[in-house]
C-alpha cells in the first residue's frame, strides 16, 4: 500500500512541469522553525524557505497584517497611488543609503529590473552606449533569461541559448582580472557579498571596497545582489553595510513578505532617473496586500534587532561546529559564512550526510555537492542549533 508522500509524488509527476528535484518530504503545515508531514513528522527546519521565512513559518504578526489587508484592499494595480506601498517604501529607504524603491515579484525581477536601470541610465542619463555588466563566476543571479546570462555557473545555462548579450564574467577575487575587464561599454559591476548558490562563499571584505572603488574611478555603476543575504541575515541589516560599501543599486527578495512574494531594487537618487514612467513595470509588485506583509516583516526585524540576533546566534552555531570538527577530523573543511548563513563544507560528497540529517528530523540544504547550507529563521531557539550540531556530530 503506498504512502501518502508517494500518492502525491504521483499526482504530481502527472501535473507537473519537471524542473524540481524534491526532497522526500511533504510538508502539511508548519510553525516558527518546526515543519510537520502529513502523516505527523516533526522537523527542524533549517533552510527558512531558502532564506525566506527569516521571522519562522507563519509569524503571527505578519499573518494578522495579512489577514486584515486581505479583508481591506488586495490588488488595484500600479496605475493607482496605494498608501501601503508609499509606506514600505519609506520604511525600507531608512535602513539604507538609496533613495529610490522599485517593487517587483522576486528575486530574478529585481536583478533584471537592476540590469535595465544600469543599462538605461548609461543610454539616457548619461548618454553613452556603456550596456555591459560585469559579474563573478560562481555568482548567482536568477533563472530568467537576462538573469541566467549574469550568473556565473554553467550549468544554469545549459540548454537554454542564445542568452542575451552583453555580460562578462570574471574569477572572484581577483582585482587585476576586473580592472582589465571595465572599459568603455561597462555599464555595471554587479557582485553578491556572500554567493549564496555558489556555496555559502564570502567575499573578502578589502577586495569588494576595491571593486567599488574600480567603479567609482571608471564612472562604473556598483550594483549588490542581497536577495539571500539582506534583511538581517547575515548579521546587519544589509550585508554590504559591514563592509562599508554604498552600491549605486543594490537587490532584495527572499525575507522581505516571510513567505510572500516580494522584492526590490533600490539606487540613489541620481541612478533611479534612469527610469521614467513606461520605461519598467509590474502588474503586482509592491499591492497592498504584499506591501503590508513586508512592513510587518520590517518592523518586527528593527523592533527587535533581528540582525544582533542573527550575529549571536551564528556565533554560537559556529562554536559548535568548531567541536564538531575536532571530534570528526578530517571530515568537515571548513565552516564559512556569517550570521545565519552558513556552509559546512564537507570533505567528501555530502549526499548522504544531508539524508541522513533529514531522516533525523533536521532540514537543511546541499549545495555544490559537498557544502550543507544552513539558513534558518533568525527566531530560531538556540536549543535548536545545539540539537543540529549534536545530530551532525554523531552522523560524522
Known sequence: MSTPLER??????????????????????????RLWDQ???????????????????????????????????????????????????????????????????????????????????NRVVRETDAHQVITLEGSFHGRTLATAAATGQEKIKQGFDPLPEGFLHVPTG?????????????AAVLVEVIQGEGG?????????????????????LFMVDEIQTGLCRTGSFWAFQEYGLEPDVFTSAKAMANGLPMGACLATDEVARGFEPGSH????????????????????????????????????????????????????????GR????????????????????????????????VLRLLPALTIDPADLDAFAEALDTIL
Not at 533613495?99 to 522576486?106: E, I, M, R
Not at 581577483?174 to 561597462?186: N, R, S
Not at 503586482?284 to 520590517?298: E, N
Not at 555530502?350 to 559537498?370: A, H, I, K, P, Y
Open 39 to 121: 502523516e505527523g513528522g516533526e522537523y527542524i527546519d533549517l533552510l527558512s524557505g531558502l532564506a525566506v521565512t527569516s521571522l519562522g513559518h507563519c509569524h503571527p504578526e505578519v499573518a494578522e497584517a495579512v489577514a486584515e489587508q486581505a479583508r481591506t484592499l488586495v490588488h488595484v494595480s500600479n496605475l493607482f497611488y496605494q498608501k501601503e506601498q508609499v509606506d514600505l517604501a519609506e520604511r525600507i529607504l531608512e535602513t539604507c543609503h538609496c533613495g529610490k524603491v522599485f517593487f517587483c515579484n522576486s528575486g530574478a525581477e529585481a536583478n533584471e529590473a537592476a540590469v535595465k536601470l544600469a543599462r538605461r541610465y
Open 174 to 186: 581577483d582585482l587585476e582580472a576586473m580592472e582589465q575587464a571595465i572599459g568603455p561599454q561597462t
Open 339 to 370: 550570521g545565519m548563513m552558513l556552509g559546512i563544507v564537507l570533505a567528501e560528497n555530502g549526499q548522504s550526510v544531508w539524508r541522513r540529517l533529514l531522516d533525523e528530523g533536521f532540514v537543511c540544504n546541499l549545495t555544490q555537492d559537498r
Open 200 to 220: 555559502v562563499n564570502p567575499l573578502d571584505g578589502e577586495y569588494l571596497r576595491s571593486v567599488q572603488e574600480l567603479c567609482r574611478e571608471n564612472g562604473v
Open 281 to 336: 513595470a509590474t502588474t503586482f509588485g509592491g499591492g497592498p496586500l504584499l506591501s503590508r506583509a513586508a512592513l510587518t516583516v520590517l518592523d518586527v526585524m528593527r523592533r527587535d534587532r533581528l540582525d544582533k540576533r542573527a550575529s549571536d546566534m551564528g556565533y554560537r552555531l559556529k562554536e559548535n561546529l568548531r567541536h564538531v570538527s575536532e571530534n570528526n577530523p578530517g571530515a568537515i573543511e571548513e565552516v564559512r
Open 8 to 33: 502525491l509524488k504521483a499526482r504530481e509527476e502527472a501535473a507537473l512541469f519537471h524542473t524540481y528535484g524534491r526532497y522526500p518530504l511533504a510538508v502539511a503545515r508548519a510553525s516558527g522553525s
